[in-house]
């Protein structure tokens, strides 16, 4: 079983930066990807950032440049430093697992407004 527990979100305003945390526990795996999706009001959910087993990222076209992720493969989290937020940024954020399936967290708030 694998549990995902976001932390990090909340009120910024445009032009800031936000730093968001994943903490994974159970059956981890290195070599499984570990990333990023987002829903805002009325939207798809999108992914926003993906991290592999070699530590590269990829990023939706959205927020290149702009955002950075990155894995502690000891302790199993995955973080996403946000800058140059927009309030377009505004959404509900969801880390993932990807082990075969899916597993996602509860999601934490980022809300970009002034």
């Known amino acids: 079983q694998v549990q995902l527990v976001e932390s990090g979100g909340g009120l910024v305003q445009p032009g800031g930066s936000l730093t968001l945390s994943c903490a994974a526990s159970?059956?981890?795996?290195?070599?499984?990807?570990m990333g990023w999706y987002r829903q805002a009001p009325g939207k798809e959910r999108e992914l926003v950032a993906i991290?592999?087993?070699?530590?590269?990222?990829k990023y939706g076209d959205s927020v290149k440049g702009r955002f950075a992720i990155s894995r502690d493969y000891a302790k199993n989290t995955v973080s996403l430093q946000m800058n140059s937020l927009k309030p377009e940024d505004t959404a509900v954020y969801y880390c993932?697992?990807?082990?075969?399936?899916?597993?996602w967290g509860k999601g934490t708030l980022v809300t970009v407004s002034s």
């Open positions: 993932f697992y990807r082990a075969g399936v899916d597993y």
């Open positions: 159970g059956s981890i795996s290195r070599f499984n990807p």
């Open positions: 991290i592999s087993s070699g530590g590269s990222g």
